[in-house]
């Protein structure tokens, strides 16, 4: 009981500094070319390589769900028409649930 | 100090809004309530999966009001359900948060926060805050949607870790409502008009995603997020010049959120 309410504690710090640590790096240290074009970038890739895992695996496994496509597919046709925001994250939503309903 | 925040976040966002739509002022708070309300409903599957690993109602709470970080929280219940070493397990979950680290960096000159209000912005600095943040064509909307998405899904977030823990999971999944699809979804709306805009961005996402997608099979979950960092840093060196004569070029990519579709 103990224990794991120290490994809480001790995750909880851990990823609490390491986001503070990156808002704490001095500014100058950003100015260069290449460490502001990575930070730049850095989003980027990183949110790209978040969509590919949530939409195309299961745990440590490759795997297609069809609801989860469908819903991607979805969003990305309605990202194409242009539609806001909100309404392309409740297009897939919404596909994703029919598709699981029937 | 202030200088010095103020000349980083310039060289950030200096792109002008080339098409200033009606109501686009409402936008980051609208959108950063909406995606925090719909991720932070996801809490419910983290509260019911922690306790059903092992942790208690207080200790699952614990590490949303203070890691707020899913895959990290995620990754620690499941070493303690797994019986395995809970001290490579915080190795790991910390190590998860780690991408943080590198959201921080870019987000550090936007935000341009001090004192308090920097360890406060700190416990916000996640993925969809984030994206959210960098998809905006200007430093204040940027700031607006980084407070406005942190403070909705914080709430939510933690709202619902409790209510999972509390069994509220049994009357409906996430997953029933199509809420999975929710994150990747909101990320792709987000990153979209950078894709479109910027071929150094879309080798640097194609990049990314590749590395995750070919690393999942063979390192623990959350893992192949991180390793998509060297795509990053490649696409970089390779457009370093670029970036070096053009500040407002740089600038214009942070703030492609120009061409946003809304």
Not at chain 1, 37 to 50: G, N, Q, T, Y
Not at chain 2, 50 to 65: D, I, N, W, Y
Not at chain 2, 163 to 175: C, D, K, T, V
Not at chain 2, 187 to 193: C, E, H, S, T
Request: charged share 10%.
């Amino acid at each position: 009981m103990t224990a794991v309410w120290a490994a809480v504690l001790a995750t909880a710090a851990g990823c609490y500094g390491l986001k503070l640590a990156g808002l704490v790096v001095p500014p100058r240290l950003l100015e260069r070319p290449l460490a502001r074009r990575f930070a730049e970038l850095v989003p980027v890739a990183l949110l790209a390589a978040l969509i590919a895992v949530q939409a195309l695996t299961s745990g440590q496994s490759l795997q297609a769900d069809p609801a989860r496509l469908a819903g991607m597919t979805a969003a990305v046709a309605a990202l194409l028409a242009r539609l806001p925001f909100l309404l392309v994250i409740v297009a897939a939503a919404a596909t994703a649930a029919v598709i699981r309903l029937c | 100090m202030a200088d010095q925040a103020g000349t980083s976040a310039a060289h950030q966002e200096t792109a002008p809004d080339p098409a200033p739509g009606p109501g686009r002022a409402a936008t980051p708070v609208r959108d950063g309530i909406g995606l925090g309300l719909a991720v932070g409903v996801s809490g419910l599957a983290y509260g019911a999966a922690a306790v059903g690993s092992g942790l208690s109602t207080g200790q699952a709470c614990a590490l949303s009001l203070l890691a707020f970080t899913g895959a990290s929280q995620f990754a620690l219940a499941g070493t303690v359900a797994a019986g395995g070493s809970l001290a490579a397990g915080v190795v790991s979950a910390v190590l998860l948060g780690s991408r943080n680290t590198l959201y921080a960096l870019r987000l550090a000159g936007t935000l341009a926060v001090r004192g308090p209000a920097r360890l406060l912005a700190a416990m916000g600095v996640i993925d969809e805050t984030t994206a959210m943040a960098t998809a905006q064509p200007d430093r204040a909307s940027s700031r607006t949607a980084f407070w406005a998405t942190f403070g909705t899904l914080y709430l939510t977030w933690n709202l619902a870790t409790l209510a999972g823990a509390l069994g509220a999971g049994r009357f409906g999944s996430p997953q029933d409502m199509g809420l999975d699809v929710v994150g990747p979804a909101a990320f792709l709306a987000l990153i979209w008009p950078r894709l479109r805009n910027g071929r150094a961005e879309r080798a640097a996402a194609a990049g990314g995603a590749l590395i995750a997608l070919a690393t999942v099979p063979f390192v623990p979950p959350g893992v192949p997020i991180i390793l998509a960092a060297p795509a990053a840093l490649a696409v970089a060196w390779v457009t370093r010049g670029r970036a070096a004569g053009a500040a407002d070029a740089a600038g214009g990519g942070a703030a492609a959120g120009d061409g946003a579709p809304r």
